[in-house]
């Protein structure tokens, strides 16, 4: 049996902004429970990251559900996260999210291509990942015409949102993940 998988797997994004050239800041829901749903008490979360999707060697652990990695040099960054139990069993690794880190300081935030909210689309979303995808779970709906972030979330088949302000949901439940994405356009 695989060991990886009796832990559920963080479901990690990248925050939409850095005033600071060669950062990358990742943030994440915790992991409260095994995939049998039974709780698991967590004692790190690692870091993965590197140039290559497939080649992230670099390990980073970290306390909390968000971390800052600095000095990154110009190119496109890759980026997954673990959570680690008290026993030291390691989920499997996140989807892997990226940046591409360039060598000046960024503009101040803006929307990317004035991308809103449109009234067709307004349901929020938290990202889960299962042993094999990752899965898109509604946790409310985005007013029409709310900004979205500069921070794309993709999986294996393409965009999948773009992160909304968590302040801008309207909830339709008691969970209110710190990761919440919207399909957004022009």
């Given amino acids: 049996m695989d060991r990886k998988r009796w832990i559920a797997a963080v479901a990690v994004a990248l925050l939409p902004f850095s005033t600071l050239a060669g950062t990358a800041t990742l ?8 995939t049998d ?5 967590i004692t790190e979360y690692r870091i993965y990251y590197g140039t290559g999707p497939e080649t992230l060697t670099a390990v980073q652990p970290v306390q909390g559900t968000s971390y800052t990695l600095e000095g990154l040099s110009e190119a496109t960054w890759y980026f997954a996260a673990t959570a680690v139990d008290d ?10 999210v990226s940046k591409k880190i360039v060598g000046t300081v960024v503009p101040p935030p803006g929307t990317p291509g004035g991308l809103t909210v449109q009234e067709d ?4 979303y938290t990202l889960v990942q299962s042993a094999d995808r990752l899965v898109l779970v509604p946790v409310g709906t ?10 794309v ?12 302000p968590r302040a801008s949901v309207e909830w339709s439940g008691s969970v209110r993940p710190q990761v919440v994405v919207a399909p957004c356009s022009n």
């Fill in 37 to 41: 749903g039974t709780p698991v008490t």
């Fill in 121 to 124: 689309a307004r349901t929020a």
């Fill in 27 to 34: 943030s994440w829901a915790p992991v409260t429970e095994r």
């Fill in 153 to 164: 979330v993709r999986d294996a088949n393409g965009v999948v949102g773009y992160l909304v």
């Fill in 142 to 151: 985005v007013p029409a015409g709310t900004p979205c972030e500069d921070t």
């Fill in 87 to 96: 026993a030291g069993l390691e989920s499997a690794k996140s989807t892997v």
